[in-house]
């Protein structure tokens, strides 16, 4: 997920615009409220977060100042959160509490020995306000070391509705109905989708919203844990149904050769630039963001979108993504840290953030009417009902060298199919031998 932090670093509103930069945000001022128990405290955290973003957490650090007291200092750490954390652990200059990007680096986290178990207080209220697999993403060991406070929907497909209207069809209710959709965009003249092929983890995303609606949520854990290998007749399957698409030059714009040179903002622009050159994109809830800011798209008139539909009969995916707020056993102040992270389990913190846009909580307790417009509200609502079906993404829980390096593992070999789709059992094996390395190193 590392290249999409970047790419997406110039985009606020609905976007996970997560960049590299320096350290941001000093130690702000004590407001009035509150009950001003940590008075005089202060905490560092450290987050992938620039940009507007960080702007909009910092909202959230301030409204936990003003509730208890405690300051707040925030520092960026760009997409190398583990190796910035562990060289500040070794130089004895600990953050006390961490917002971590990856399931992976979590476990890391906790496998080095770094982490503090949350409190009763914090466990408890994940219990209640949150669906039981946001607990389990955050449990290692069996012991809860991470609050998900933010989260993607990365089962979102965005279209043009004047491409759907001018081609005569509605939004698709499965994944057949979807590529008939798009076979109509294109026979009224403008391709079908964008894919953003030179960014491999775009890939990644098509193949486990195929592979969770078509082999279930149990296989889909199995396959991210390599508890089920990548040759499994399930995966050739999938495979194969991704590849009828990659196969297909009325569905993607540029054919297979204009979609390995488009990257992620690219396919976005594909769809909603000034001169478009297709009708639909896939990705997550942050195209939203791309489509507005950089485009001046009204996201629900001129940006529409519709949930991943089902494959071959299975239920419709949901697969996200997140950030995890961890406690460092290394850091100066538990007390307010702890105190830190069991604000950040209500709704009361997930408003403020909610209500300055470009942020999905997976918190159902908070109202949806703190959202700022009907399409957040829809996305939010999507992942709430999704419950424990919710899946966190494969490629993020995957070691690096296979679910999250350039040119590398899942990335490079998916990109290899898009180039060459024709044969799935071939790619399976290729991405079991690449995962199996992984795995074991």
Same mark, same amino acid.
């Given at each position: 997920?590392?290249?999409?932090?970047?790419?997406?670093?110039?985009?606020?509103?609905?976007?996970?615009?997560?960049?590299? #930069?320096?350290?941001?945000?000093?130690?702000?001022?004590?407001?009035?409220?509150?009950?001003?128990?940590?008075?005089?405290? #202060?905490?560092?955290?450290?987050?992938?977060?620039?940009?507007?973003?960080?702007? &909009?957490?910092?909202?959230?650090?301030?409204?936990?100042?003003?509730?208890?007291?405690?300051?707040?200092?925030?520092?960026?750490?760009?997409?190398?959160?583990?190796?910035?954390?562990?060289?500040?652990?070794?130089?004895?200059?600990?953050?006390?509490?961490?917002?971590?990007?990856?399931? %992976?680096?979590?476990?890391?986290?906790?496998?080095?020995?770094?982490?503090?178990?949350?409190?009763?207080?914090?466990?408890?209220?994940?219990?209640?306000?949150?669906?039981?697999?946001?607990?389990?993403?955050?449990?290692?060991?069996?012991?809860?070391?991470?609050?998900?406070?933010?989260?993607?929907?990365?089962?979102?497909?965005?279209?043009?509705?004047?491409?759907?209207?001018?081609?005569?069809?509605?939004?698709?209710?499965?994944?057949?109905?979807?590529?008939?959709?798009?076979?109509?965009?294109?026979?009224?003249?403008?391709?079908?989708?964008?894919?953003?092929?030179?960014?491999?983890?775009?890939?990644?995303?098509?193949?486990?919203?195929?592979?969770?609606?078509?082999?279930?949520?149990?296989?889909?854990?199995?396959?991210?844990?390599? #508890?089920?290998?990548?040759?499994?007749?399930?995966?050739?399957?999938?495979?194969?149904?991704?590849?009828?698409?990659?196969?297909?030059?009325?569905?993607?714009?540029?054919?297979?050769?204009?979609?390995?040179?488009?990257?992620?903002?690219?396919?976005?622009?594909?769809?909603?630039?000034?001169?478009?050159?297709?009708?639909?994109?896939?990705?997550?809830?942050?195209?939203?963001?791309?489509?507005?800011?950089?485009?001046?798209?009204?996201?629900?008139?001129?940006?529409?979108?519709?949930?991943?539909?089902?494959?071959? %009969?299975?239920?419709?995916?949901?697969?996200?993504?997140?950030?995890?707020?961890?406690?460092?056993?290394?850091?100066? &102040?538990?007390?307010?840290?702890?105190?830190?992270?069991?604000?950040?389990?209500?709704?009361?913190?997930?408003?403020?953030?909610?209500?300055?846009?470009?942020?999905?909580?997976?918190?159902?307790?908070?109202?949806?009417?703190?959202?700022?417009?009907?399409?957040?509200?829809?996305?939010?609502?999507?992942?709430?009902?999704?419950?424990?079906?919710?899946?966190?993404?494969?490629?993020?829980?995957?070691?690096?060298?296979?679910? %999250?390096?350039?040119?590398?593992?899942?990335?490079?070999?998916?990109?290899?199919?898009?180039?060459?789709?024709?044969?799935?059992?071939?790619?399976?094996?290729?991405?079991?031998?690449?995962?199996?390395?992984?795995?074991?190193?």
């Amino acid at each position: 997920m590392t290249s999409r932090r970047i790419l997406l670093a110039s985009c606020t509103a609905l976007t996970l615009a997560l960049g590299a #930069t320096a350290c941001g945000g000093g130690p702000v001022t004590t407001a009035s409220g509150g009950d001003k128990s940590l008075d005089g405290q #202060t905490i560092t955290v450290a987050g992938v977060w620039s940009g507007a973003e960080q702007k &909009n957490f910092q909202k959230v650090l301030d409204a936990f100042t003003a509730k208890t007291g405690a300051k707040t200092q925030f520092v960026s750490t760009g997409d190398n959160v583990s190796t910035v954390v562990g060289s500040k652990i070794e130089g004895g200059n600990a953050p006390d509490v961490v917002m971590v990007p990856q399931v %992976g680096v979590l476990q890391q986290f906790a496998e080095q020995g770094w982490l503090k178990p949350l409190s009763k207080t914090a466990e408890k209220a994940a219990e209640t306000n949150f669906a039981s697999v946001w607990k389990a993403y955050g449990t290692v060991d069996s012991t809860f070391y991470g609050l998900y406070f933010k989260a993607a929907h990365k089962s979102t497909v965005w279209y043009s509705p004047d491409a759907l209207d001018q081609a005569g069809v509605k939004a698709p209710k499965t994944y057949a109905e979807m590529l008939d959709a798009g076979r109509a965009v294109s026979d009224s003249g403008l391709p079908a989708f964008a894919v953003a092929g030179e960014d491999g983890w775009t890939l990644t995303d098509w193949f486990e919203n195929i592979y969770l609606s078509q082999a279930g949520p149990e296989k889909y854990d199995m396959l991210a844990a390599h #508890t089920l290998k990548w040759t499994d007749p399930s995966v050739v399957k999938a495979l194969t149904t991704l590849g009828a698409l990659f196969a297909d030059k009325e569905l993607i714009a540029g054919g297979q050769k204009g979609a390995l040179s488009t990257d992620f903002p690219g396919s976005v622009e594909k769809v909603f630039g000034p001169d478009p050159e297709a009708g639909l994109v896939y990705e997550g809830d942050f195209v939203a963001g791309v489509a507005k800011d950089q485009f001046g798209k009204k996201i629900g008139e001129d940006a529409a979108f519709f949930p991943f539909p089902a494959v071959d %009969g299975g239920k419709a995916p949901v697969v996200s993504g997140g950030d995890a707020a961890v406690v460092l056993k290394d850091g100066k &102040n538990q007390k307010a840290a702890m105190a830190f992270l069991e604000y950040l389990t209500t709704p009361e913190a997930a408003a403020v953030w909610a209500e300055a846009g470009g942020f999905l909580s997976p918190n159902k307790a908070l109202d949806l009417a703190s959202y700022g417009d009907d399409t957040t509200r829809q996305t939010a609502k999507s992942l709430i009902e999704a419950g424990d079906s919710v899946r966190f993404d494969m490629s993020d829980q995957a070691p690096a060298a296979f679910g %999250g390096t350039k040119g590398a593992g899942e990335w490079k070999l998916l990109q290899d199919f898009l180039r060459d789709p024709s044969d799935a059992t071939a790619t399976a094996a290729k991405l079991e031998a690449a995962a199996a390395k992984a795995y074991q190193g």
